[in-house]
């Protein structure tokens, strides 16, 4: 993750700062190279200085050369009315100077200030021609002067790195995709304002670590599931007195990551740095050139660093499908509309299909396949699901647009099918954390209306109305999952026989028959990444004619979930006033408000059913993790 700011690398960038800034050439390489060992850039990148220490000994340096060179002055009345800094300006806070060589009074000047105890501003340029002669800089004391803190970070750190992020942002979410820990070791990121200087999500991070002017990175080895994101650590190195290359910093990360040096590799570019991390049994990789170190870091890891998509990881050893045949039936499905390398990525571990996107030439798909035997009650075959889409499609409900079947089994061993994939925002927290209240409100209102919708649609003229038997179905729900949990069992749980006794006494008198999703909730939606549309519903291998309230009561359970909840973080404890989410209540009246109908008196059936079918789920996810297979808790069914 390399961003290093050497002395030759800082030259090179200044170049251009200087020449936008009318700053005399040579200026800055000037001032980095002077006091040899104790030049300012060499202390930040031991760590010795802080953003602001190292900003303020740059400028006294970068002052005190300038102030030797005759440059005329240029007053820049525009900043006096807007009372704000030129990037590229010069700070002085001696009033005597301002009013003989800028020609305005000390209470003009002081119009500058920003609470850096600075006065006025002026900027460095070259006298036109026909200007009269303008007075050389005056001597003035170089404690009073800084470089602009903003301007400096922006231009030399945050342009540079916006270059070299989009390689490092994706190789860190193909990390991070496969279950592993990330560790960013880097100087401060707060600039004086508040602001961060790096543009990087420090959510791809489970530990931040400022120390130096070099940008490095952990990536832990082991682990075996997806680290949730907490806040992150910052551990402020300065203070700690820990600085590159002394082992303690390398062992603060190791220790806030919870791991061993021998399952960590550490990227730098510093062969010193390298060679202390190793001496403690890490792997290193040097990183010169971005490109190449990557390509080194996908040799240890067994797993590209390109071709991220949101949701996926990289196919496992157990998990491949053969390429070639695919190729050629995606060839004979497209004929010339598309062509070019296959390339595929696995969404989540399903436990009755496998789902993978698959990117063919210009084209993004997502393709479907059976899997042989589950422990899991079998859904819709993939045929049927592929006819239920096309159908609901058809009749306008947001749905991925289906393109082809095939019940082949010598293509791919299994049926399967190939749909269009949709890009969007999947969210995993009903509490939809980084939303606004009224983006809140709007995105329940969406999913409300898109429920309602999928109950609403013509049964004949969507060609459902005779794709499966559907009477009784509760009593058939009920007596499935019963199976499904004894099936699962591995000790006996009062609560579940309590449930198993109580809801055969209680079914519904009459059902109404709709399309029911049979899985409906708000992390099987895709929504628009800018504004409250459902682009798509997603999971619908339970998929069914059924009685629609199962559906609302399945959508409600996460009102009365705990936000720690793995499988679907839910409401329970939060102040939904304050969320700006709707109540339970104010959400199915709006529900219904779209069916034309009333909440039935039996609803505590409805949610009683729904809690018992997510525990016979959680049953066979847990005898699933017992026989040593990985649980589903990667991203939306699909």
């Known amino acids: 993750m390399p961003c290093v700011l050497s002395p030759g690398f800082l030259t090179f960038l200044y170049i251009d700062w200087e020449a936008q800034n009318c700053i005399p050439a040579g200026t800055v390489q000037q001032a980095l190279l002077s006091g040899g060992e104790n030049s300012p850039s060499l202390k930040y990148t031991r760590g010795e200085l802080t953003t602001v220490e190292f900003l303020e000994e740059l400028g006294q340096q970068?002052?005190?050369i300038v102030s030797h060179i005759p440059v005329p002055l240029l007053v820049l009345p525009d900043y006096r009315e807007m009372g704000s800094c030129n990037a590229g300006s010069w700070w002085f806070s001696e009033h005597r100077h301002f009013k003989g060589n800028l020609g305005c009074t000390t209470k003009e000047a002081s119009l500058f200030h920003q609470g850096w105890q600075l006065i006025a501003v002026i900027m460095l340029l070259p006298r036109q021609d026909g200007e009269q002669n303008m007075p050389s800089l005056p001597p003035a004391s170089s404690a009073n002067i800084c470089v602009p803190v903003n301007s400096f970070l922006t231009h030399l750190i945050r342009n540079e790195m916006i270059k070299q992020l989009p390689i490092m942002a994706e190789a860190i979410q193909c990390i991070r995709a496969e279950g592993l820990k990330t560790a960013?070791?880097?100087n401060s990121f707060q600039l004086p304002n508040g602001e961060s200087f790096l543009p990087l999500d420090q959510k791809h991070f489970d530990v931040v670590s400022p120390d130096g002017l070099t940008a490095q990175m952990f990536v832990v080895t082991a682990g075996s599931c997806i680290t949730h994101w907490l806040s992150p650590q910052i551990v402020e190195a300065y203070r700690e007195g820990k600085c590159k290359p002394d082992p303690r910093i390398y062992k603060l990360c190791l220790e806030r990551l919870d791991v061993q040096p021998q399952e960590s590799i550490f990227l730098d570019n510093s062969s010193q740095n390298l060679k202390t991390a190793a001496q403690l049994g890490i792997k290193t990789v040097k990183v010169d050139d971005t490109e190449v170190a990557f390509k080194?870091?996908?040799?240890?890891?067994g797993f590209p660093l390109q071709g991220f998509v949101p949701y996926t990881h990289s196919v496992g050893p157990t998990m491949e499908i053969p390429k070639g045949r695919l190729q050629k039936y995606l060839?004979?499905?497209?004929?010339?509309?598309?062509?070019?390398?296959?390339?595929?990525?696995?969404?989540?571990?399903?436990?009755?299909?496998?789902?993978?996107?698959?990117?063919?030439?210009?084209?993004?798909?997502v393709l479907k396949k059976e899997l042989p035997d589950s422990l899991l009650p079998a859904g819709p075959a993939v045929g049927r699901e592929y006819r239920v889409l096309k159908a609901l499609s058809e009749a306008g409900v947001p749905v991925p647009t289906v393109l082809a079947l095939c019940e082949d089994r010598s293509i791919l061993g299994t049926p399967f099918y190939l749909m269009e994939h949709c890009a969007g925002h999947v969210y995993r927290?009903?509490?939809?954390?980084?939303?606004?209240?009224?983006?809140?409100?709007?995105?329940?209102?969406?999913?409300?209306?898109?429920?309602?919708?999928?109950?609403?649609?013509?049964l004949r003229e969507a060609k459902l109305k005779d794709s499966r038997d559907h009477g009784n179905y509760i009593q058939q729900q009920v007596d499935t999952w019963t199976k499904q949990y004894r099936a699962t069992e591995t000790h006996v749980i009062p609560a579940m026989e309590r449930l198993i006794e109580w809801l055969p006494l209680h079914f519904p008198e009459s059902q109404k028959t709709t399309a029911v999703h049979g899985d409906f909730r708000l992390d099987n939606l895709i929504?628009?990444?800018?504004?409250p549309e459902v682009l798509a519903v997603l999971g619908w291998k339970f998929s069914i004619l059924g009685d629609p309230i199962s559906d609302l009561a399945n959508n409600c359970m996460a009102y009365f979930l705990p936000p720690q909840f793995d499988s679907m973080k839910g409401l329970a404890k939060y102040n939904l006033r304050h969320l700006g989410v709707p109540t339970a209540e104010e959400y199915c009246q709006k529900y219904c408000g779209h069916m034309g109908m009333e909440l039935p008196e039996n609803w505590n059936f409805y949610m009683a059913f729904a809690f018992f079918r997510l525990a016979a789920m959680l049953q066979g996810l847990h005898k699933c993790s017992l026989a040593?297979?990985?649980?589903n808790h990667t991203g939306p069914t699909l």
């Open 62 to 64: 970068c002052f005190e």
């Open 527 to 531: 929504f628009h990444p800018r504004r």
């Open 331 to 365: 060839e004979n499905v497209f004929s010339d509309q598309a062509t070019g390398p296959l390339t595929l990525r696995q969404f989540g571990c399903g436990q009755t299909t496998r789902t993978y996107f698959v990117k063919f030439g210009d084209r993004s798909l």
């Open 429 to 458: 927290d009903a509490s939809l954390p980084t939303l606004l209240p009224s983006q809140r409100r709007a995105i329940y209102a969406a999913m409300s209306e898109v429920l309602s919708k999928i109950h609403s649609t013509d």
């Open 296 to 301: 080194e870091l996908e040799t240890y890891l």
């Open 184 to 186: 960013l070791l880097s």
């Open 628 to 631: 040593g297979e990985k649980p």
